[in-house]
């Protein structure tokens, strides 16, 4: 028996739409945490549409301890037009607070670059708000941080503004 | 007659299949302006395959000016699961050198703002290198700065690596 390590085995799995309330469940515990919960408007009906229906818009994987959901990553692919090939965007990743630092988050992150490498996706790319500890666990992981380059967004009226002079195409 | 500019007009189009070696001269043409060519990789198969096949990775407007192209603008949607909704990341946008300042950036990225409208995606975002004086534009237009977030990549060998620890789903 191995007795390196005293903690239930950490299983790896594909979401399915059964899971789309602990999803949800899960998505605002991170929001909670990253203190945006006011930001959260996400429905079980839209993950079961934008995971599980016709037309994917992201790919789940969930952690299970003990069959006991302990976290999630929640991912879908981005494009490099330098390298000419789709990466892999990880929108979310969390573990519940009773699972931290049973390697719950690393079996998401390992299985999450194998998945990348298996369809030849050649980046794995994220973002971390820049107070969140998680920053030095993905650096032990061997991410770089890109500092050199800033994120921006237009959304709500001043998207809607926008829009009203794109003409037809 | 409209004298309140002396442009010639701007014609926004989807780019097709035969724009390819268009799309990859000015994906060079944009690396070259980043400082950046050195990673540049893609080639006109890659720009096939990932936009004009069975499994499009990206969508792609082009702008022309007197029928000759004089910028791009190439994207694919995110997903926000705080919104629970697809959003529009803007990977590249270009104008080139001759055509700057006669409104065809406005117009790639207005026509962006109502593509994403009409698709109910909530968000237009994308990332800008911190010397690029198009930020200064995309203020303009009502993007914010999202200060609090920082992008993190795992590529190459450290990717690799992390993948050899992730086990079959």
Redesign the interface.
Known sequence: MDRSSNHAPVR???ARSADAATIVRL?REL?VFEK?ED?????EA??LR?GFGPQP??EC?LAEVDGVPAGFA?F???????????GL?L??IYVVPEARGSGVG??L??????????RGW?????????WNPA?AF??R???????????????GH??????????E?
């Open positions: 790896i799995r594909w998505i929001a945006l930001h959260v408007r996400v429905t839209d993950i934008d818009r992201f994987l929640l879908f692919p981005n494009y490099s037009t330098f390298e000419g090939r789709p965007y929108e979310d690393r079996a992150m390992a299985r999450l670059a194998r998945i990348a490498c298996e050649t980046r794995f790319d994220l973002s971390v708000l820049h920053r993905y650096e992981l061997g991410f770089d941080h890109g500092a050199d380059w800033l994120g921006y967004r237009l959304e001043a998207l809607a503004r926008l829009a009203e002079e794109g003409g195409t």
